[in-house]
């Protein structure tokens, strides 16, 4: 066997670790650059506080309820900020959001055609029955016909998507 120049073989993997498809240029921070800190999760007392602070009835909301409902959307939206759409829209920033607008998101004719700002009262009507209310969309799913899970469901998502209440 024959050895190897070491030092070659280093030189050639700064060469090759130096070279990118767009001639060297690189979106990506090195390594050692400081990572922008997520921030953090609320803590139960804020929730709580959030909570107390939405308009009737949804401040009498159960969160736990909210949360074990939202499993049933689970599948097809994501709530945290910044997440990725799925099949369905990332809902973080829902309210107030004008119906069919979300970059990167693909509605259907009927939602971008909808003319109204998600508000609690729309997505109260949406979730009991999402082809009754909105004939036309492609969300498949059934709706849920409980009113308490509904607000439950709604208290949930205006704590977790970064609903901030009205100033008064």
Same mark, same amino acid.
């Given at each position: 066997?024959r050895?190897?120049?070491?030092a ?9 670790? @130096?070279?990118?498809?767009?001639? $060297?240029?690189?979106s990506?921070a090195p390594?050692?650059? *400081?990572?922008?800190a997520?921030?953090?999760?609320p803590?139960? @007392?804020e ?7 939405? *308009? @009737? *009835? ?6 736990s ?9 689970r599948s ?7 997440g990725?759409?799925?099949?369905? *829209? ?5 309210f $107030?959001r004008?119906?069919?607008v979300?970059? $990167?998101?693909s509605?259907?004719d ?9 508000? @609690? ?12 209310f909105?004939p036309?969309t492609?969300?498949?799913f ?17 704590v ?6 009205p100033?008064?």
């Open positions: 066997m050895s190897l120049n070491l070659a073989v280093a030189a050639l993997c700064v060469i090759v670790s @130096a070279c990118s498809k767009d001639g $060297g240029s690189s990506q390594a050692d650059a *400081p990572t922008p997520a921030a953090p999760a803590t139960d @007392a929730k709580a506080a959030a909570l107390a602070a939405l *308009p @009737a *009835p949804y401040n009498t909301g159960d969160l309820n909210g949360q074990s409902k939202f499993a049933l959307c097809c939206h994501t709530i945290t900020e910044g990725p759409d799925l099949t369905g *829209p990332n809902l973080y920033g829902v $107030g004008k119906a069919g979300k970059e $990167g998101y509605f259907s009927a939602v971008k055609a909808a003319g109204f700002i998600w508000d @609690a009262q729309q997505l109260d009507k949406w979730l009991a029955d999402p082809r009754g909105m036309g492609k969300m498949t059934a709706g849920i016909k409980n009113e308490k899970d509904r607000i439950d469901l709604i208290a949930y998502l205006k977790e998507t970064g609903y901030q209440t100033a008064k």
